[in-house]
Structures are given as structure tokens and as C-alpha cells.
């Protein structure tokens, strides 16, 4: 059964960093691109970023509101993706889903609270 | 940044109501669009991808359709267990952009 399990989540201070672990099991991790997703309290869902496999160069994209502060990263020995996040915003609140694309967004953990907050 | 817009925001419909709701890109985005179900305390679980192509487990009930810019997600007949917030989000090109959510709710 495929399985992602996030981990990392905390609260930090408005400049902090953070980085969290999503950990994959259970599906060909290393062939498959690895989505990051964002939901604040009682808001929609907001597409975070991607990092593509091996065989697209490892290629990220992300949303224009973290672009530049938050960086996705792979380890294919380890079946683990990372989002590193740095100068955290308030806005940045959200509970953070990772997520597997294929077709759609199929696979999804059930996510890592991250509140930024003083 | 393609931006897409779910109608309506909420509706209310009984068990056994056909339901219907709406997502229009703000350019062609080629049948690229997926259909995902929430219920709230859970992750997104994927409904419809690629406009019409049912995922692996989901009930025949629900439907998607469309094409360029205009899309449907059609649940024929509602069951208690599909009272939730569906979003359409579009693979085209990043950003991979959600709609906005309709909240499905019992009449």
C-alpha cells in the first residue's frame, strides 16, 4: 500500500526556518514527481511546489509566494523529499500535505502543521 | 498564472440528488484538470483526472467532463459519504493552480 507520511511540522518565529521530511513507501518513489501542498485553517488548498525524478533532472517549480524562500530537495536512496522553508511569514500557517503526481495528485500524506507565529 | 474559477461556492442537495459543479481556466488547459474530494480533518483524495478518467476505487456516481477551458464534475446520485469541499486543480503548467472549492452540504 503506497504511504506518505510528512513530518517536522512546529511552531517558529515570523524569520525562522523549518524543514520538513515526507517519508514514501509502498510505489516507485525514485520514477515518481513529488508535490507539496498547502492549506491554511479553513482555506483552500494552495499548490506549494515539485520536484520532478531523476529522469527530468530533478526539476522544481514553485508558487510564486514562496519562490525564493522555500526550496524542495529529493533523496531517492532514502525514499524521503524535503521542504526547506526560510524566512517564514505568518501567511506561511498551514497544515503541509505531500503529495505524489501521477495523472492527478494520487497519493497524499495527511499532512504537517507549520504555524508561524510571535 | 492560470487562475480557475469553481461554480458555485456551495450548494445544498438530499441524498439521491444529481449534483453539478463548474471550472472554467483562464486559458486552454487541454483536459489537464483533476477533481479532488475533502472531508474535513483529511487530505484531498483524487476523484477525476485528466477531465474524465475515473481513479482506481472511486464510485461510477461521479464524472468529469470538458475540455479547453470548461469543466464538470457530475455526481449522479448523492450519498451520504459525499457531503464534503470538491476542488478542481489544473497539470498544464506551473503553478498548478486549485479552484477556489464548492462545499457540498446536506439539504
Known amino acids: 500500500e503506497a504511504q506518505l507520511v510528512e513530518s517536522g511540522g512546529a511552531l517558529v518565529q515570523p524569520g525562522a526556518s523549518l524543514k520538513l521530511s515526507c517519508a514514501a513507501s509502498?510505489?516507485?518513489?525514485?520514477?515518481?514527481?513529488i508535490h507539496w501542498v498547502r492549506q491554511a485553517s479553513g482555506k483552500g488548498l494552495e499548490w506549494v511546489g515539485r520536484i520532478r525524478s531523476r529522469v527530468q533532472s530533478y526539476a522544481t517549480a514553485y508558487a510564486a509566494s514562496v519562490n525564493g524562500r522555500f526550496t524542495i530537495s529529493r533523496d531517492d536512496s532514502k525514499n524521503m523529499a524535503y521542504l526547506q522553508m526560510n524566512s517564514l511569514k505568518p501567511e506561511d500557517t498551514a497544515v503541509y500535505y505531500c503529495?505524489?503526481?501521477?495523472?492527478?495528485?494520487?497519493?497524499w500524506g495527511e499532512g504537517s502543521l507549520v504555524t508561524v507565529s510571535s | 498564472d492560470i487562475q480557475l474559477t469553481q461554480s458555485p461556492s456551495s450548494l445544498s442537495a438530499s441524498v439521491g440528488d444529481g449534483v453539478t459543479i463548474t471550472c472554467r481556466a483562464s486559458q486552454n488547459i487541454g483536459s489537464h484538470l483533476n477533481w479532488y474530494q475533502q472531508t474535513p480533518g483529511k487530505a484531498p483524495k483524487l476523484l477525476i483526472f485528466t477531465a474524465s478518467g475515473l481513479q482506481s476505487g472511486v464510485p461510477p456516481r461521479f464524472s468529469g467532463s470538458g475540455s479547453g477551458t470548461d469543466y464538470t464534475l457530475t455526481i449522479s446520485s448523492l450519498q451520504p459519504e459525499d457531503f464534503a469541499t470538491y476542488y478542481c486543480?489544473?497539470?498544464?503548467?506551473?503553478?498548478?493552480?486549485f479552484g477556489q472549492g464548492t462545499q457540498v452540504e446536506i439539504k
Open positions: 509502498g510505489f516507485s518513489f525514485s520514477g515518481s514527481a
Open positions: 503529495t505524489r503526481h501521477s495523472g492527478g495528485l494520487d497519493y
Open positions: 486543480q489544473q497539470s498544464d503548467s506551473t503553478p498548478y493552480t
